[in-house]
């Protein structure tokens, strides 16, 4: 799929090669929502890549409302951070899975003015996880078309409310 999107929160990551591998990239069944599943490339040297990612970006603002993925390992938040700029904000819904973060690890950590959950994940992908995270309906999503399925997360997404211990990027990296 190689249609461009017209969302100004995606416009700078596509110009740049950011979006990679794209299932969806533009608009949803949500008025005025775009979104984009796939890849983000982070950084081309070293290769860093959020996998399995999902982002949203709703009525045409310029910052990302919903983005989640998985990084292989904890030490890649900051050139997430860095890749994603000022398209993302305070407030909005981050998930970030990481693989080697303890299973009972759950953290929000503030990145540059902008929280991210860090999460555990092993052998699943962040698709499942988000599912069962933010209790959606598995039997649903099946038969939903991707747009629809990245609808019914980003929504998940943006009603939680759960909030874990704030811990400072540093102090992670002590608990690895």
């Known amino acids: 799929m190689t249609t461009s999107t017209a969302s100004p929160a995606f416009q ?28 983000i490339v982070l950084s081309t040297e070293p290769a860093v890549t959020l996998e399995a990612a999902f982002a949203a970006a709703d009525n045409g603002e310029a910052t990302l409302s919903f983005l989640a ?11 997430l951070r860095a890749a994603l700029g000022d398209n993302v904000k305070d407030g909005g819904k981050y998930f970030v899975y990481v693989s080697d973060l303890e299973r009972a690890s759950r953290y929000q950590i503030p990145l540059d003015g902008v929280s991210f959950y860090v ?26 078309d991707t747009a629809e399925k990245v609808d019914a997360i980003a929504d998940g997404a943006l009603k939680y ?5 704030v811990i400072s990027y540093d102090e992670g990296l002590k608990r690895l």
């Open 161 to 165: 409310t759960q909030a874990y211990e």
């Open 119 to 144: 999460l555990p994940i092993d052998d699943t992908s962040v698709y499942n996880e988000l599912i069962d995270f933010l209790y959606l309906d598995k039997m649903k999503m099946k038969k939903m």
């Open 69 to 79: 993925g998985s990084l292989p390992t904890y030490k890649q938040l900051p050139a």
């Open 12 to 39: 700078r990551l596509e110009a740049e090669g950011r979006l990679t591998k794209p299932a969806l990239l533009g608009p949803t069944h949500v008025a005025g929502r775009h979104a984009f599943r796939g890849e």
